[in-house]
């Protein structure tokens, strides 16, 4: 048996819910928003990025973009000596 989370985007043309199926993350049958998937920075995104669905209303092919930072930073080691 296949699990999933399902996200759904809204149709940009028709405002209809489109859903996009995950198999990235927890997977644990959620549903959840894609402005909430984003939000709560949920790895399910990492599944329909770059994905295709076609609205069910209108037929609108809508394509999910993710986009996401990484960055580096100075990492001090905490080596703290005792001085006498
Ligand atoms: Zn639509």
């Given at each position: 048996m296949s699990?999933?989370?399902?996200?759904?985007?809204?149709?940009?043309?028709?405002?209809?819910q489109i859903e996009f199926q995950s198999k990235s993350g927890d997977c644990r049958?959620?549903?959840?928003?894609?402005?909430?998937?984003v939000h709560t920075q949920d790895k399910a995104i990492f599944g329909?990025?770059?994905?295709?669905?076609?609205?069910?209303?209108?037929?609108?092919?809508?394509?999910?973009?993710?986009?996401f930072t990484a960055f580096a930073e100075e990492f001090e080691e905490d080596d703290e000596e005792d001085e006498e």
């Open positions: 699990c999933f989370d399902s996200i759904f985007v809204r149709c940009p043309k028709c405002g209809e049958m959620k549903e959840m928003s894609l402005a909430r998937c329909v990025a770059d994905t295709v669905e076609e609205c069910p209303k209108c037929g609108t092919k809508v394509k999910v973009f993710v986009n």
